[in-house]
C-alpha cells in the first residue's frame, strides 16, 4: 500500500517532469550564419522552462514534431568555415529549412540579438533573408540602428518585439511563446 | 587614385582653446600641449590623463593606464597577461621591460603529452603562462614618480564602481560566451554576455588592485595572491605552481634600434615582433613607395612579399633569448640581410605559398658580425629550412601610447593572448593562454620549443619613432598576426605617402604574413587594385573596413610645435585623453 502510494507520487512527479519536458520539444533553434548566438537563446528558453533543441545545421528533414522553430541570426565566418558551409549554401539551407517549418504548420520566430556589433555585410545578408520568413521578430537594441530592420518589416504585419539585451528577450519570448500555446 | 588625405579630423578638440581647471578631455582623436594618453578605452586613457594631471610622468600614466585596461578590457589584458613596454626617456635614457610571461615548471612535452594536444589545453587552467604584468609595472615603477597606491586608484575605482559597457565590451564578450559560461560563469551576467549601455563592476578585482596598490607587486608573486592562484591552479589541474610565481621576474634591457628613410625607431627585441618591424622596413627601404600610392597594387604587392619574407624568418629563428643558445636577431635587422632577402621580390608575380617553408627562408645567421650582403652571396647559396607550422592568431590584445607635456615617452603592449585568456578567472582576473604560442611537438632547433621558464614568442611591437633626436610617433597596435603589418602600413602611410596620423590609421589594412596563405584585407580598396593583384597571383580575402580583426592602433604624433595628436584605436573604439592645463608640478621628473 505504501509502496504503491510512493509510486503514485513518484508518477505524479514524472509526469510533472515530462510535461514540462514535453514542453522541450516543442521547440528547435537553428543559427542562421552559424554564430553562437543560438546557445545563448537556448539558456534564455531555459530559464523560462522551455528545453528547446538545437541543432546548428538543421535541415529540412530534421524537424521533428516541434511547434516552433527558431532562428537566431548573425553571421560568423568561423562558424560557417567550421560548419564546412558558405553564405549561399546557409542561405539555401535556412530556406528550405523555413519552408518545411510552415509546411508543418510550425511558427518561426527570427531573432537577431547581437545589438550593432553583430551587425554587418555577412550578417545583412542573412537578415534579409531571414525577414520573410519570420511569424515573429525580436531584436536586441542597437541591431537595428541603422533602421535595416525597420525597412524590411515596413509593408509586412511583422512587428519587431524590441529587447534591451539578450538577457531581457526572456520577456518578450515569453510573450510570443505565450501566444503560441507553448507557454 | 583613391585618397586618404581628404579625410576630415573628426571630433578634434584644440585643447589649449579650452580653460577647464581640473580636468581631463577624453575624445577619439585630440590635441593638446599638456600630454598625451591614447588607449583602447577612453576610460582607461583618462586613467592615464588624470595622472599626468597629478603631476605624473609618462612612465606614471602608463601604469595607470596598464591597471585600467584590465578593468574596462578584461577580455584583452590584465594582471593575469604579459607584454613589453618601451620607454624613451626625454633625458635620453631608452628602456624596454620584458614582462613576458614563462613557461610554469610542469609544462613539459611529458605533461602535455599525458593531457592531450597544445590546442586541447588552450582553454583550461594549464594553457597559462605565469604572468608579467604586476613584474613589469614593478620594474616600470623605477621609472615613475607617484606611488603605486595612486596610480592604481582610477584602476581601483572604476573596478568598484563600475563602468557602461561598450559595444566592444559586448561584442567580444558575446563572442566568447561559451567559454565563459563553462570556466568564468559568474563573470557573465546571469549567463548572458553583457549588454552594451550596462554597468559591469568587479570587486573581486578591485580588492586584488588593492591587495597589490598597498603590499607591492611582489604580493602577486609570493603572498596571498600567489597562494589563491596555485590552491586554483590545483584544485583544476593546472601546471602553475607558486614557486612558478616567485621564480618570475621582469627583464630591463635597452631597445633594439633601427631605422627607415632617416627615422629612427626603437622597438622591443626578441622574442616579441619589434626585430620583424625593422626586418621588413629594411626591405622596404630598397623601394621608392612614394612614388606610388596607399592603393597601389604594385606598392601592395611589394609590402606583402617583403612582410611574408620577415615572418617566415622570424618563424624559423627568432625566441627567447634568455632560454636559446643563440637568435641571430642582429643579422635579422641588419641592412645587408635585407639587400639580399630584396632580391627575392618578384615584382611581377606573387610567391607560392607551397614553396614558402621550403624555397623562401633564409638565413639571417650570415649576417650577425656585419657582413657585407655580397661577400655572404657568393660564399653560400641560400639555405632553405622547412619549417610549416602556423600558430592560431586571435585579434586580442591591447597597446596604449603616452606621451607627456616634458618630452618622456612610453608605448605598451599587454595582452592575454586569446580574448579572455583561457577563460579562467582568479581573484577578478583572467588567466592568459600564452602556452598555445609554443610548439605542440618539439621540433628540433625551434628557438619555441616548449620549455620551462622560456618566454613564448609572439608578434607584439610597441614602438617610439623619432627623427634628429625629436620625438615623432608613439604607436603599437593589437591584433595578433596583424600586428606586424598594420605597424608597417602606418608607418609607410605617415612616411612614405605623407598621410596624417589619423589617416594612416584609419586606411584599409591587409595582412602580410605568412600564417595566412592570402591577402586578407579591409574591403575599401579600390576594384581595380584588387583586379592587379589577382591577375600577380595573389589570393585576395576581403574584411569589411574598419574590422577590429586588423588591430586596434592607439597612437600619438609629436610635432616640432609641442603639439601632440592623439590617435584612438579607430577600429575597437578607443579614445585619447590629456590634461587640461599643464599641471602643478613640473611632470617628466624620474629618479635617476
Not at chain 2, 610548439?439 to 625551434?446: I, N
Not at chain 2, 600586428?483 to 591587409?510: Q, Y
Request: include cysteine.
Amino acid at each position: 500500500m505504501k509502496n504503491r502510494l510512493i509510486q503514485n507520487i513518484l508518477s505524479g512527479l514524472m509526469l510533472m517532469v515530462f510535461s514540462t519536458a514535453g514542453m522541450a520539444a516543442d521547440v528547435v533553434l537553428t543559427p542562421f550564419g552559424q554564430s553562437p548566438d543560438a546557445m545563448m537563446v537556448r539558456v534564455v528558453l531555459k530559464k523560462l522552462g522551455v528545453e528547446g533543441r538545437l541543432e546548428k545545421i538543421l535541415q529540412a528533414d530534421g524537424l521533428q514534431d516541434e511547434k516552433v522553430l527558431v532562428t537566431v541570426v548573425a553571421g560568423s565566418s568561423k562558424g560557417l568555415g567550421e560548419a564546412g558551409i558558405d553564405k549561399d549554401a546557409e542561405i539555401a539551407r535556412m530556406k528550405s529549412v523555413a519552408e518545411a517549418a510552415k509546411a508543418k504548420g510550425m511558427n518561426v520566430l527570427v531573432m537577431h540579438i547581437g545589438g550593432k556589433g553583430r551587425r554587418g555585410t555577412l550578417t545583412d545578408l542573412f537578415i534579409e533573408a531571414a525577414i520573410p520568413m519570420a511569424d515573429k521578430l525580436i531584436v536586441v537594441e542597437g541591431g537595428d540602428y541603422d533602421g535595416l530592420f525597420t525597412k524590411l518589416v515596413e509593408g509586412t504585419n511583422l512587428e519587431i518585439l524590441p529587447a534591451k539585451s539578450v538577457r531581457e528577450t526572456s520577456a518578450p519570448l515569453q510573450q510570443v511563446l505565450t501566444e503560441w500555446g507553448i507557454l | 587614385m583613391k585618397r586618404y588625405n581628404s579625410w576630415l579630423l573628426i571630433a578634434v578638440i584644440w585643447l589649449a582653446a579650452l580653460p577647464v581647471a581640473m580636468a581631463v578631455t577624453v575624445a577619439p582623436i585630440l590635441q593638446s600641449k599638456q600630454g598625451m594618453v591614447t588607449a583602447a578605452h577612453p576610460l582607461a586613457a583618462q586613467a592615464g590623463a588624470e595622472i599626468l594631471e597629478k603631476g605624473g610622468n609618462a612612465v606614471d600614466a602608463a601604469i595607470a593606464v596598464s591597471l585600467a585596461l584590465g578593468v574596462v578590457e578584461p577580455y584583452a589584458s590584465g594582471l593575469g597577461g604579459e607584454g613589453y613596454m618601451v620607454a624613451v626617456m626625454a633625458d635620453g635614457r631608452e628602456i624596454a621591460i620584458d614582462f613576458r610571461s614563462t613557461a610554469p615548471a610542469l609544462a613539459t612535452y611529458e605533461n602535455l603529452a599525458k593531457a592531450g594536444k597544445l590546442s586541447e589545453v588552450r582553454y583550461t587552467p594549464k594553457g597559462y603562462c605565469v604572468a608579467g604584468v604586476p613584474a613589469g609595472i614593478g620594474k616600470a615603477l623605477e621609472l615613475a614618480s607617484l606611488p603605486l597606491d595612486v596610480l592604481a586608484a582610477p584602476a581601483i575605482r572604476l573596478a568598484e564602481e563600475g563602468f557602461e559597457v561598450s559595444e566592444t565590451f559586448s561584442k567580444v564578450n558575446m563572442d566568447r560566451w561559451e567559454i565563459l559560461l563553462e570556466n568564468a560563469p559568474r563573470f557573465l551576467n546571469d549567463d548572458m554576455p553583457w549588454a552594451a549601455g550596462e554597468t559591469f563592476k568587479n570587486p573581486s578585482l578591485a580588492k586584488t588592485l588593492r591587495t597589490i596598490a598597498e603590499q607591492g607587486v611582489d604580493a602577486f608573486y609570493g603572498g596571498e595572491l600567489a597562494d589563491s592562484l596555485d590552491q586554483f591552479m590545483q584544485k583544476n589541474d593546472g601546471w602553475t605552481r607558486k614557486s612558478d610565481l616567485q621564480a618570475y621576474r621582469a627583464i630591463t634591457k635597452p631597445p633594439i634600434k633601427g631605422s627607415y628613410r632617416g627615422y629612427e625607431i626603437s622597438v622591443p627585441g626578441s622574442p616579441v615582433g619589434g626585430p620583424r618591424i625593422l626586418a621588413t622596413l629594411n626591405i622596404l627601404e630598397h623601394f621608392n613607395l612614394a612614388m606610388m600610392s596607399w592603393d597601389d597594387p604594385l606598392a601592395i604587392h611589394i609590402m606583402q612579399e617583403a612582410m611574408i619574407l620577415t615572418s617566415l624568418d622570424q618563424r624559423r629563428w627568432l625566441g627567447d633569448p634568455e632560454t636559446n643558445d643563440h637568435i641571430p636577431e642582429k643579422g635579422y635587422i641588419s641592412k645587408d640581410y635585407a639587400r639580399q632577402r630584396m632580391m627575392r621580390i618578384d615584382l611581377s608575380k606573387a610567391s607560392d605559398p607551397a614553396s614558402w617553408y621550403t624555397d623562401r627562408v633564409g638565413d639571417p645567421g650570415a649576417y650577425e658580425n656585419g657582413e657585407k650582403y655580397v661577400d655572404v652571396m657568393l660564399e653560400a647559396r641560400q639555405k632553405a629550412v622547412i619549417e610549416g607550422q602556423t600558430q592560431d592568431t586571435p585579434p586580442s590584445t591591447t597597446h596604449f601610447s603616452v606621451v607627456d607635456k616634458a618630452g618622456n615617452a612610453v608605448a605598451w603592449t599587454q595582452t592575454i593572448s586569446s580574448f579572455f585568456g583561457t577563460g579562467n578567472m582568479v581573484d577578478g582576473y583572467f588567466l592568459n593562454n600564452e602556452l598555445g604560442n609554443f610548439k605542440s611537438e618539439p621540433v628540433e632547433g625551434s628557438p619555441i620549443n616548449l620549455e620551462p621558464g622560456r618566454r613564448p614568442r609572439t608578434t607584439i611591437a610597441p614602438l617610439v619613432v623619432s627623427k634628429d633626436g625629436k620625438l615623432r610617433w608613439v604607436l603599437g597596435s593589437p591584433g595578433a598576426g596583424r600586428i606586424g603589418s598594420t605597424i608597417i602600413e602606418i608607418l609607410v602611410n605617415v612616411i612614405d605617402f605623407d598621410m596624417s596620423l589619423e589617416n594612416a590609421i584609419r586606411a584599409p589594412k591587409f595582412s602580410g604574413y605568412d600564417a595566412y596563405k592570402e591577402i586578407q584585407l579591409e574591403d575599401d580598396f579600390p576594384p581595380k587594385t584588387i583586379e592587379f593583384l589577382l591577375e600577380l597571383g595573389h589570393k585576395v580575402k576581403r574584411y569589411e573596413h574598419p574590422d577590429l580583426y586588423f588591430g586596434g592602433p592607439n597612437a600619438i604624433e609629436i610635432n616640432d610645435d609641442g603639439v601632440l595628436t592623439g590617435v584612438g584605436s579607430i577600429r575597437r573604439l578607443g579614445g585619447a585623453a590629456a590634461p587640461d592645463q599643464s599641471p602643478d608640478q613640473s611632470p617628466g621628473q624620474s629618479p635617476e
